[in-house]
């Protein structure tokens, strides 16, 4: 232990290297005597407003001093001696926190009951700070990386860099004397504080100082802040990784920041101040010539009443000017960005929008660019929230982050965009659908590496814009890990895929933010020591896991360094857009062409439905904003355009405007969503190759048919273009053919829904009247999130609903024409929404003053109708009705179930899998009911003349995997929001039956075993199924009537899909959800124990031991879904024809015992895969 002389006696040497003059009291002593003005709180109950007052006079003091060591070592000693402040009124535990402070005994400092007796021990506290600042200096010391740059070094520069022999022997020499180097460091002492400067300054000499290219550091800028609230501030510097600078706290009123210089990097203190003022100060931006710089402050206190602006320092006359102080007093400016023509981008709050997940309280900005010399200004993105950090690449283009909502997990959905510096082709750069990186801030490219980038890649919630520093090249990848190239600490590790909201939080290794490359393996950036969101310093670092500190303070928050230097300019991109102009033109090449129609035959896709967002206001928004389970936004549709039979499509679009597009079928049914949405600029010709494409993909080599065409109009849709409102656009088609049967006086009648009554449903989450509540639960629907890595083709197509398919089996007789048919499909396809209107005369201004700002910054109208429930008119004419009223459905009746026979044959898969089939006898059976849909009617005999062997299971994820072995089910859609993966995983257990498969893919399976065995190999016909299924019983399943207990022999719709309705971060199930989370339909009596797939055979098989024929999966077969009566040798069970439907049976987990009888059917075409169809296969015998 030493006392706080010899502490002296033993660091009284070799300050420089600390950027400290020579040892006096004096350096302390004027701020503690400024302190000691400050009555002692009498009581601990005072003390955090004594605290309060200790901070802002150090703030005070330190914002007077002009030497910038003497402003260091006040506000180290501050942050030092705060323990010691907070012990007071109490001497005994101050003076306890000092000796721990010093490390000395206790019994030497004694009691520290006042000022003066904290002055005496000044020069000991200065020492501390001095020693400390020096221990920051040599922080992550690492010998093995020193070594690795060095080497690489000596091979990249040859005789200038004629020292590495000496650095290699030098680290030798130490470590052989000390060990090893990083722990040596950790645990030096005082006493080895000689030894701790030569190691500093060796780490610097080898790595940058001998460098033939260090010039980049011989001027350099920072931002340095501080806030005089206290050290709790430092975990709120910076907003959180959802907000723009508008929601700083404060708004950053209460910091002082100043923009220093430094010298090279001799010493860790600035060598001059070029502007310091009371606001927070940050997003620095040096111009290519090094001699201007912008940044964002706030101008509170500066009598205007706007908060956040962006400014220019000219570093010749050190005169500043607010460069967007021409923007409206009601929006915020931040986040600049030099074009290499001289105009400017920067972000702005002119949509008067909101984040919805916070109701709109935290304001969205989007980018603009500014023209110095015309003195206008455009809007260029219209996006649903936040646009961050726009910055240039060296092709000439902007590359910027942006983060999407669209009914897509918005914990993970920020995207790294790319644009033309006038606004026109946005494009995806890096991390559309994907998980990782939740966030990517701060991204810049590396020079000289085209395609390659460094940024900080952090979480949603949790740490604040600080993460981890990570390299990446867009040419290995743009999804996920693909191109990450590494981390930094992560030489030669490759860099793990996570998915967690809490990205960064508890890191093992250093937070960074604000990096900035200074050639393809160096960087500036600032950092933190792991597991501290506190102060940052400036550090260099390099890609061999070199971390050099640069400034060392435990007051000072250090932001945004950059070189003070000339840099070349990137090509200047000259403007596409004609601003005049209302629209632009969009160029497809392809709609099959990527992820979201892969599979998808030619000459499917006939029209493409075009649609935009009204984002919601400020201070309003939700996930249920629209309705249940619905859009956070209000959604315009346009209209239609065609697609050619190529797959291409040309169209006039309405320009500056978030357009979103969905491939529809020949019968106007979605084929593909897309949950995101593009921009085009005004007379701009936007071309995309086809539908999620990759920007890796080249586009196609020949001419396609929309290049030989004029743009196409858009077909209005029903009328003029409108908000999309369930009251508007499906009460008429309720109105037309359900309220004759579906009324409120049928509310008595089970199983039969209120579809009449308009009336707002009282305590619901969601608006919607008492039809919506009643109709939206049979509608699947992505809702407001969902599986971020991409949907499946037809994921949610109209068909899979038990809405479309109860009608389009012809429920009671209801015939509907096309428009009624198309108006309840858009709706299913834009998810169900309820709402039409942002409701609300404080929305309506808020929409009027977005609209006022668009046609100032944008041109844009509002050219849309806004269809509000009040416009609603009922037809007197009353509903069309040619059926009968619904009956009660069946007994509840059950029956015994035969023991299975036990005929059974093994086929070995390989790899240890098997697949085992039972012998079917051949028989006759009854084919079909009378007491169903009409698609099972008429019910007729048909005998199955020969035996033959059927699959005893369902083809499970283990088996197929031996045909196809990277194959997954996916997952299956989540409700709610604030979702941490992409939904429930339908891979868990190899033993699930394997679902999503297409019935082309079963059919190929089956010739691939049939190539195995020697065996014919194919799916069973629909009649070998349901003579299969019924294991002889001659009752709606094997086990007995409709409403049965078959909660021991089948895996459907049953109590367990309550589990469905979740909330919370990462949803859990709700205990005792209400009817408004609960909704999905099911058998409410019974309880099979599984939510979705269960492994096959966990349920009792039927006589014929087969298990699953009934849930689980529904179920392929050979035949084409055709019209009753049966025909064995009509042609059904011969064609291989991909487009035409395939019937499918037994239904699912998700399907109520009446839509899985042994005789329901359904039909899907042949290449769809479905979320729940699965398959068996049979051998003939």
């Known amino acids: ?64 001093l002009s030497d910038p060591s003497a402003a260091d070592d006040c506000g180290d000693a501050m942050a030092l001696l705060a323990p010691v402040f907070q012990a007071w009124p109490d001497g005994q535990k101050a003076g306890a926190a000092l000796a721990e402070i010093l490390s000395v005994p206790a019994e030497r400092v004694g009691a520290v009951s006042s000022w003066d007796g904290l002055m005496k021990h000044q020069e000991a506290i200065l020492e501390r700070v001095r020693f400390l600042r020096l221990k920051k200096l040599a922080a992550y010391y690492d010998a093995a990386a020193i070594r690795r740059a060095v080497k690489h070094n000596r091979e990249k520069y040859g005789e200038r860099y004629p020292d590495a022999e000496v650095f290699l022997a030098r680290l030798d020499e130490w470590e052989k004397k000390l060990g090893p180097l990083d722990r040596w460091v950790d645990q030096a002492g005082p006493e080895q504080a000689p030894q701790l400067r030569e190691l500093v300054e060796l780490r610097k000499k080898a790595l940058i100082e001998s460098l033939p290219e260090q010039d980049s550091l011989r001027e350099w800028v920072s931002v340095r802040r501080f806030n005089p609230s206290g050290e709790s501030s430092f975990k709120h510097d910076r907003p959180a990784n959802w907000q723009g600078i508008s929601s700083m706290p404060g708004p950053g009123r209460t910091y002082r920041s100043g923009i220093v210089k430094f010298d090279g990097i001799s010493s860790s203190s600035p060598a001059a101040q070029l502007l310091g003022d009371d606001r927070w100060m940050g997003h620095l931006e040096v111009d290519f010539s090094g001699e201007r710089l912008m940044f964002t402050g706030n101008r509170f206190g500066k009598k205007e009443n706007r908060p956040w602006d962006v400014f220019e320092l000219d570093l010749k006359t050190g005169k500043t000017e607010a460069l967007t102080a021409h923007m409206p007093p009601d929006t915020d400016s931040y986040n600049s960005c030099y074009l290499p023509d001289g105009r400017v981008i920067f972000v702005n709050t002119s949509g008067m929008q909101g984040v919805p997940c916070v109701t709109g309280v935290d304001y969205v900005g989007n980018i603009h660019l500014y023209d110095r010399e015309r003195k206008t200004t455009r809007r260029l993105t219209f996006d649903q929230d936040n646009n961050w950090f726009p910055t240039m690449l060296p092709d000439g283009r902007v590359m910027f982050l942006r983060w999407e909502y669209t009914e897509s997990a918005h914990y993970f959905s920020r995207v790294l965009m790319h644009m033309n510096p006038d606004g026109s082709d946005q494009k995806e750069y890096y991390g559309s659908n994907s998980y990782w990186p939740n966030s990517l801030f701060n991204a810049r490219p590396l020079p000289g590496r085209p395609g390659m980038f460094a940024g900080i890649v952090s979480g949603h919630h949790g740490v604040k814009r600080l993460g981890e520093l990570v390299i990446f090249d867009v040419n290995r990848g743009r999804t996920a890990t693909e191109g990450a190239v590494q981390k930094i600490p992560g030489y030669g590790k490759p860099v793990e895929n996570v998915t967690r909201d809490q990205l960064v939080d508890g890191l093992k290794t250093p937070y960074f933010a604000e990096p900035y490359p200074l050639n393809e393996e160096t960087f500036l950036a600032v950092s933190s020591p792991s597991g501290n969101q506190g102060v940052t310093n400036v550090v260099w670092c390099d890609m061999y896991d070199n971390i050099v500190p640069l400034t060392a303070s435990s007051y000072f928050i250090y932001a945004d360094p950059a070189p003070l230097k000339p840099r070349k300019k990137p090509p200047v991109l000259h403007d596409r857009v004609k601003p005049e102009s209302k629209t632009a033109t969009v160029y497809i090449s392809d709609v099959y062409r990527g992820r979201a129609m892969v599979g998808v035959p030619k000459g499917v896709a006939k029209s493409l439905r075009v649609f935009m967002s009204e984002y919601s206001p400020r201070n309003t928004g939700s996930h249920y904003a629209m309705g249940m389970e619905s859009n956070w936004d209000l959604k315009v549709l346009y209209g239609t355009v065609p697609v050619n039979p190529d797959g291409s499509a040309i169209f006039t679009a309405p320009a500056n405007q978030p357009l979103t597009l969905q491939v529809l079928d020949g019968e ?142 012809g429920h009671h007789g209801v015939e509907m024409p096309q428009e009624d048919w198309n108006r309840l499909v858009t709706w299913m396809d834009m998810n169900a929404p309820y709402l039409g209107e942002w409701p609300g005369e404080r929305n309506e201004g808020l929409l009027k003053r977005r609209y006022d700002l668009h046609r100032q910054f944008s041109g844009a109208e509002r050219n849309y109708v806004t269809m509000k429930d009040s416009l609603f008119r009922r037809n007197a004419s009353g509903p069309v009705f040619n059926g009968e009223r619904p009956v009660p459905g069946a007994s509840e009746k059950s029956v015994p179930v035969p023991e299975p026979r036990n005929e059974t044959l093994s086929v070995d898969l390989g790899g240890s899998v098997s697949m085992t089939f039972r012998r079917i006898p051949a028989g006759k059976f009854r084919m079909g009911s009378e007491r169903e849909t009409p698609a099972e009617k008429p019910a007729s005999p048909v005998e199955i003349e020969q035996p033959f062997w059927m699959g005893e299971a369902e083809v499970t994820l283990e088996q197929y995997r031996r045909f196809d072995p990277e194959y997954l089910n996916g997952w299956y859609d989540m409700h709610y929001k604030d979702q941490v993966r992409p939904g429930y995983d339908m891979d868990a257990d190899p033993r699930f039956p394997a679902v999503r498969v297409p019935w082309t893919r079963a059919m190929e399976f089956c010739r691939w075993l049939s190539g195995k065995t020697g065996k014919k190999v194919t799916l069973p016909t629909e009649a070998q199924w349901e003579y299969a299924a019924r294991g002889g019983a001659d009752t709606d399943f094997f086990f007995g009537e409709r409403d049965a207990d078959f909660s021991a022999y089948a895996n459907l719709g049953d109590v367990t899909l309550k589990e469905l309705a979740v909330s919370g971060v990462d949803p859990k199930p709700i205990k005792n959800p209400n009817r408004f989370w609960d909704f999905v339909p099911r058998d409410e009596k019974y309880n099979d124990g599984k939510l979705h797939l269960a492994p096959v055979k966990s349920y009792k098989p039927n006589a014929y031991g087969l298990y699953d024929m009934i849930g689980n999966a529904a179920e392929w077969t050979r035949s084409e879904y055709r019209p009753y009566p049966w025909k064995e040798g009509d042609g059904r069970n011969e064609s291989l024809d991909s487009r035409v439907p395939r019937a499918v049976r037994g239904g699912s987990w998700y399907d109520r015992p009446r839509r899985a009888t042994s005789s329901w059917r359904w039909g899907y075409p042949g290449w769809r895969p479905v979320y729940n169809v699965g398959f068996r296969v049979m051998i003939e015998d």
Not at 2 to 30: K, N, T
Not at 671 to 683: C, H, I, K, V
């Open 668 to 809: 106007g049914r979605a084929l593909a969503l897309m949950r995101s949405w593009f921009t085009a600029m005004p007379g701009e010709t936007l071309s995309c190759i086809g539908c999620h494409e990759r920007q890796n993909y080249a586009p196609p080599a020949k001419a396609v048919m929309a290049s030989r065409q004029k743009p196409a109009a858009i077909t209005p849709w029903y009328g003029p273009a409108r908000t999309f409102s369930f009251m508007n656009e499906v009460q008429p088609v309720l109105d037309r053919h359900c309220i004759r049967c579906h009324t409120a006086e049928d509310k008595a009648r089970a199983g039969v829904p209120d579809f009449m009554t308009l009336e707002a449903v009282k305590g619901a989450p969601a608006p919607g009247s008492v039809a919506y509540w009643n109709l939206h639960p049979y509608v699947r629907r992505n809702g407001p999130e969902g599986n971020y890595l991409g949907l499946a083709p037809t994921e949610f197509f109209a068909d899979t609903s038990e809405l479309y398919q109860l009608l389009k089996k």
């Open 1 to 64: 232990m030493f006392d706080s002389c010899s502490i002296l006696r033993l660091l009284s040497c070799g300050c420089a290297v600390l950027g400290a003059g020579i040892l006096h009291a004096s350096a302390l002593q004027p701020w503690l005597r400024e302190l000691s003005g400050i009555p002692l709180a009498a009581s601990a109950e005072g003390r955090n407003q004594w605290m309060q007052q200790v901070w802002a006079r150090t703030a005070e003091h330190v914002s007077s």
